[in-house]
């Protein structure tokens, strides 16, 4: 299974961006597909994800960001709006699946530069 990224960039702040997933190779349905960032020299931080259960966004991004899924497709999206120079970093897509027998994979894309400028 291998997570490709794409829609990253350079945006102005104020604008916005939608970031896309695929995940290839999986013919199974994950348990939850998600994005997180990372700013070198920091630890990676935890946007969003989409379960079975529902959406959960994490507060500092919660009302600017959008999740969205496509199962058949197995994809995820993240739409982010009114970027600032603070969500400049590297974005990474998440996936999980747990097997009939309970054993959990976590799979993890290459990530895709998003910049914002001042």
């Known amino acids: 299974v291998r997570l490709v990224e794409s829609g990253g960039g350079s945006v102005q702040s104020g604008g916005s961006l939608r970031l896309s997933c695929v995940a290839n190779g999986a013919f199974f349905k994950f348990n939850s597909m998600g994005w997180y960032r990372q700013v070198p020299g920091k630890q990676r931080e935890f946007i969003a994800i989409?379960?079975?259960?529902?959406?959960t966004f994490a507060d500092s991004l919660k009302g600017r960001v959008t999740i969205s899924r496509d199962h058949a497709k197995n994809t995820v999206n993240l739409q982010m709006n009114n970027l600032k120079p603070e969500d400049t970093a590297v974005y990474y897509c998440?996936?999980?699946?747990?097997?009939?027998?309970?054993?959990?994979?976590?799979?993890w894309g290459q990530g895709t530069q998003v910049t914002v400028s001042s």
């Open positions: 998440n996936a999980d699946w747990i097997d009939h027998e309970g054993r959990e994979y976590v799979y």
């Open positions: 989409t379960t079975t259960a529902g959406t």
